[in-house]
């Protein structure tokens, strides 16, 4: 059975979308990440503000990344149904980061998950 038009192209913006996050992240935190492995690393992310920060924006990447490439593979094996799980999760997770910062990066994933949930539904 074929994609569904932008299904393929989605998957694979989702997962251009983690490696960028994961590029802002040592583009943007680079000093803070670099002073919590100055200081041991461990147990270097309670304070100041902008260390939880950078690590937050440091795990979330790797898993946009794997939510893109499960996508990815989705698309190419005909998987509508991982599509939709994939496309759910993020979009929910996208939902809920702009209802509580609505000037965020979520406002990227939203229309990307958004289409695989839609393509997955027939829409």
């Given at each position: 059975?074929p994609m569904?038009?932008?299904?393929?192209?989605?998957?694979w913006?989702?997962?251009?979308?983690?490696l960028?996050?994961?590029?802002y992240?040592f583009?943007?935190?680079r000093?803070?990440?670099?002073?919590?492995?100055?200081?041991?690393?461990?147990?270097?992310?309670?304070?100041?503000?902008?260390?939880?920060?950078?690590l937050?924006?440091?795990?979330?990447?790797?898993?946009?990344?794997?939510?893109?490439?499960?996508?990815?593979?989705?698309?190419?094996?005909?998987?509508?149904?991982?599509?939709?799980?994939?496309?759910?999760?993020?979009?929910?997770?996208?939902?809920?980061?702009?209802?509580?910062?609505?000037?965020?990066?979520?406002?990227?994933?939203?229309?990307?998950?958004?289409?695989?949930?839609?393509?997955?539904?027939?829409?």
């Open positions: 059975m569904p038009p932008m299904t393929t192209e989605a998957a913006a989702l997962l251009a979308l983690g960028g996050h994961v590029a992240t583009a943007k935190f000093g803070p990440l670099r002073a919590a492995a100055g200081d041991g690393f461990t147990n270097q992310f309670k304070w100041p503000e902008e260390r939880r920060t950078a937050w924006f440091a795990l979330f990447g790797p898993l946009l990344i794997l939510a893109g490439h499960t996508a990815v593979h989705a698309a190419a094996a005909g998987d509508m149904a991982l599509i939709r799980i994939v496309g759910g999760y993020v979009f929910t997770t996208s939902v809920i980061g702009v209802a509580a910062v609505p000037k965020s990066p979520f406002l990227l994933s939203l229309p990307v998950s958004g289409l695989l949930l839609a393509r997955s539904l027939g829409l």
